[in-house]
T-cell receptor, first 112, second 114 residues
Framework: DTGVSQDPRHKITKRGQNVTFRCDPI?????LYWYRQTLGQGPEFLTY????????KSRLLSDRFSAERPKGSFSTLEIQRTEQGDSAMYLC??????????FGPGTRLTVL | AQSVSQHNHHVILSEAASLELGCNYSYGGTVNLFWYVQYPGQHLQLLLKYFSGDPLVKGIKGFEAESIKSKFSFNLRKPSVQWSDTAEYFC????????????FGAGTRLTVKP
């Protein structure tokens, strides 16, 4: 499968713990996006990278959130000191330039 | 504020009925327009997109959408739905000359009764 992959698919954690998610984009795609989707809502943009550069961050991305794409390939999204409100599906997508985005299956986070 | 609005939260149709899902956006300037679909248990997939040219675009599975710039709308249509079209549909907008990040509507859940 040469699509976008995300790991883990599900994560259950206790409030206050740190979690890290990984996204592997389609190999030739230079752009990588992170979104968050809560129940009954559409995906909300969090941040995006062009190669290794983080070009935009949404106001939704508080100081507890950090994303990296160190070599312009895979990306990680870390949430520190998780809160119950962080429970959501975290989606990664990639694209080549301004072409359409291909979405991964998402990581479902549950914060107890 | 810039936003994407989908008028219907849940639409229920019988098979063979015609479908139109509304989408309006509040962005000025050049926009790229998309409809994505999420089937139960699957991840988001692109149905169709509009960048420029003919405002009536055709996508997969018999779907089409029309960009009406004067109304800031991009409604999705299908003349005859099937049970397999049951899914959640998301309208999305990006601005190619303004960071190009994509904004989604809240989604419309379509249930097609057999």
């Amino acid at each position: 499968d040469t699509g976008v992959s995300q790991d883990p698919r599900h994560k259950i954690t206790k409030r206050g713990q740190n979690v890290t998610f990984r996204c592997d984009p389609i190999s030739e795609h230079n752009r990588l996006y992170w979104y968050r989707q809560t129940l009954g809502q559409g995906p909300e943009f969090l941040t995006y990278f062009q190669n290794e550069a983080q070009l935009e961050k949404s106001r939704l991305l508080s100081d507890r959130f950090s994303a990296e794409r160190p070599k312009g390939s895979f990306s990680t999204l870390e949430i520190q000191r998780t809160e119950q409100g962080d429970s959501a599906m975290y989606l990664c997508a990639s694209s080549f330039g301004q072409d359409r985005e291909f979405f991964g299956p998402g990581t479902r986070l549950t914060v107890l | 504020a810039q936003s994407v609005s989908q008028h219907n939260h849940h639409v229920i149709l019988s098979e063979a009925a015609s479908l139109e899902l509304g989408c309006n956006y509040s962005y000025g300037g050049t926009v790229n327009l998309f409809w994505y679909v999420q089937y139960p248990g699957q991840h988001l997939q692109l149905l169709l997109k509009y960048f420029s040219g003919d405002p009536l675009v055709k996508g997969i599975k018999g779907f089409e959408a029309e960009s009406i710039k004067s109304k800031f709308s991009f409604n999705l249509r299908k003349p005859s739905v099937q049970w397999s079209d049951t899914a959640e549909y998301f309208c999305a907008v990006s601005q190619p000359y303004n960071n190009n990040d994509m904004r989604f509507g809240a989604g419309t859940r379509l249930t097609v009764k057999p």
